[in-house]
């Protein structure tokens, strides 16, 4: 019987393709009169929120109007908005990268978030890389690193095995560009007031103090413009008016 039904059944073209058996439908038109059945209230019922025009999908979270559970449980601490979570990376790990060849550094090509990056050193940069001094017995290469912040055991540590560390400041978009290696645009300089006093401070080995100006093999003159302008406030001195005598004689 098999046999037969596929003898009989028509070859698939398309010439006689068409949909399955009852699975159109006839677009449903509301609000086109009684004779419809779907006039008047158009298939809404009487009256309620879902009655409406423009009443839509409530927010998440919403109960009716009485107080939400999200409101009703206490709060206690608070997110701090200018946080920042940095990706930590000790010696001991760069050391073992190193004896693997996964990283190469020198003073013309320090290792960057970038390379900790590729290498698998780390899994994501999330907001820069902070140098730990964790493991520094074991560090016996020189490390030339150029990193978002660094700890001063780290940075003692390197300098001892006759490497280098340098803190440079990166913002999402410019930290974004280093780890695709786009050179095309301008880095964006640290504008908040804490960050502004890390990075112009040597004791940090911020990119932007003086003494990195002179060190630092990779250093632009933008750099060095933008560590005379942000330190002028050092020099800089103001003129106190002297107090007006108001008081009448």
Known sequence: MS?????????VSLSNLRPALGSLHDKK?????????YGGTS???????????????????FEGGQTPITKRFPKKGFVNPNRKVYAAVNLDRIQHWIDQGRLTCSPDQPITAKDLLLSGCVHDVHDGVKLLGDGAQFLKSPVHIVSSRASKSAIKAVEANSGSVFCQYYNPLALRDC??????RVAAAPTRR?????????????YLSPEAAEKMPLVSERW?????QLLSFKTQSFNKKPAENTASA
């Open 3 to 11: 046999a037969v039904v596929r003898a009989g059944a028509s070859r």
């Open 179 to 184: 780890v695709k290696g786009r050179t095309d």
């Open 224 to 228: 060095k413009q933008l560590s005379r």
């Open 194 to 206: 804490n960050d502004i006093l890390w990075y112009t401070d040597w004791k940090n080995r911020g």
């Open 29 to 37: 038109r509301v609000g086109r009169g009684q004779g419809s059945g």
């Open 43 to 61: 298939g809404r019922g009487h009256k309620g929120a879902k009655a409406r025009s423009g009443n839509g999908k409530p927010k998440a979270g």
